[in-house]
């Protein structure tokens, strides 16, 4: 499996309630890329930059996903001045007894 961390610099101004928008716009444009078996989003305290953090089967997928169609879609939703990507191995992946209270995207 493979990591990939997206990270977007965030234009000055934006509120919590901007960002959240923001997410729940971008998250259900992933529920059929192919290759792709979860997608985590975060942000800085001081609401400065966002991240997605994807994990995939292959870095092959996440490759083939990445493509400048996205990359320019993507610049243009989060506003971003600056991208950057950092590409991870992902040979253990544990999943915690007590998953918390994160609200999943479901169709």
Do not use: C
């Amino acid at each position: 499996m493979h990591i990939v961390i997206w990270r977007y610099d965030i234009m000055e101004g934006k509120s919590r309630q901007d960002l959240m928008e923001s997410i729940e716009a971008d998250a259900p444009d992933y529920l059929d890329a192919p290759g792709l078996i979860r997608l985590d989003y975060g942000f800085a305290p001081d609401l400065k930059s966002v991240v997605q953090v994807f994990l995939w089967q292959s870095k092959a997928a996440a490759d083939a996903y990445f493509n400048a169609e996205w990359d320019g879609a993507t610049s243009r939703r989060w506003e971003s001045a600056r991208m950057t990507r950092e590409d991870y191995e992902a040979p253990v992946l544990i999943e915690g007894r007590n998953p918390g209270n994160q609200r999943p995207l479901r169709r």
